[in-house]
């Protein structure tokens, strides 16, 4: 899909499999296979995109890395799993926040970016993207840790920016034990959401 004037001048490339004139291919897309589960505290059901692995391992690493223009072929990879799993209709979308250690190393913020990028495919569109989380102090790198190591470790660690009500979808990179989408739904309960939901890119081995 070409998303703008941009891609006229430069050619996009399917972050699968190379493709040129896409930002993501048709085949490619269909791979990603959604996962779900109901076992994260405090979290109604978290949705995977697709297992972490393979292109869409390889794809998201860059992006992490400071590559944006990756986003574009992440946002579909996002968007067809809400759309097959998640009922959006007046939904609050607030995407998982990052440390300003790491906004500043890649320039942008990941996670807000593919929420923003991801809600434009909505049609029509609905969901609103508001950054309501922030991080209130700095996290351990989480990998290597246990899932016990990794509830401790983001226990505390979120706040909110303001009030919010009704449902709330949590967006975020990477799900592993599910320890952080369980830190940011009690924290967006604290500030008033009735109910939560999370989706991600990927979903570990481990969280599978």
Same mark, same amino acid.
């Given at each position: 899909?070409?998303?703008?004037?941009?891609?006229?001048?430069?050619?996009?490339?399917?972050?699968?499999?190379? @493709?040129?004139?896409?930002?993501?291919?048709?085949?490619? /897309?269909? $791979?990603?296979?959604?996962?779900?589960?109901?076992? *994260?505290? !405090? &979290?109604?059901?978290?949705?995977?995109?697709?297992? +972490?692995? !393979?292109?869409?391992?390889?794809? /998201?690493?860059? +992006?992490?890395?400071? =590559?944006?223009?990756?986003?574009?072929?992440?946002?579909?990879?996002?968007? #067809?799993?809400?759309?097959?799993?998640?009922?959006?209709?007046?939904?609050? *979308? &607030?995407?998982?926040? $990052? =440390?300003?250690?790491?906004?500043?190393?890649?320039?942008?913020?990941?996670?807000?970016?593919?929420?923003? @990028?991801?809600?434009? /495919?909505?049609?029509?569109?609905? !969901?609103? &993207?508001?950054?309501? /989380?922030?991080?209130?102090? @700095?996290?351990?790198?989480?990998?290597?840790? $246990?899932?016990?190591?990794?509830?401790?470790?983001?226990? #505390?660690?979120?706040?909110?920016?303001?009030?919010?009500?009704?449902?709330?979808?949590?967006?975020?990179?990477?799900?592993?034990?599910? $320890?952080?989408?369980?830190?940011?739904?009690?924290?967006?309960?604290?500030? !008033?959401?009735?109910? &939560?939901?999370?989706?991600?890119?990927?979903?570990?081995?481990?969280?599978?």
């Amino acid at each position: 899909m070409l998303t703008s004037l941009r891609d006229l001048v430069f050619t996009p490339a399917c972050i699968g499999c190379g @493709e040129l004139g896409l930002h993501l291919c048709p085949m490619c /897309l269909t $791979s990603c296979v959604p996962q779900e589960s109901n076992d *994260v505290p !405090g &979290v109604a059901k978290v949705i995977a995109a697709s297992a +972490y692995g !393979g292109w869409l391992r390889d794809a /998201l690493v860059d +992006y992490k890395n400071g =590559s944006r223009r990756q986003v574009y072929g992440l946002a579909q990879v996002l968007q #067809r799993a809400m759309h097959m799993h998640v009922d959006l209709d007046s939904v609050t *979308v &607030v995407p998982m926040p $990052s =440390s300003s250690a790491k906004i500043a190393a890649r320039g942008f913020d990941t996670i807000n970016l593919l929420a923003r @990028e991801c809600m434009k /495919l909505q049609s029509p569109a609905y !969901g609103e &993207v508001t950054p309501v /989380l922030y991080s209130s102090r @700095e996290v351990a790198d989480q990998v290597g840790l $246990s899932a016990k190591q990794r509830e401790q470790n983001v226990a #505390r660690s979120m706040a909110a920016r303001r009030a919010v009500t009704g449902t709330v979808l949590v967006v975020d990179d990477v799900v592993t034990t599910g $320890s952080t989408m369980s830190e940011a739904a009690r924290t967006l309960r604290l500030a !008033g959401a009735r109910n &939560v939901f999370g989706i991600s890119l990927c979903g570990s081995a481990k969280w599978a």
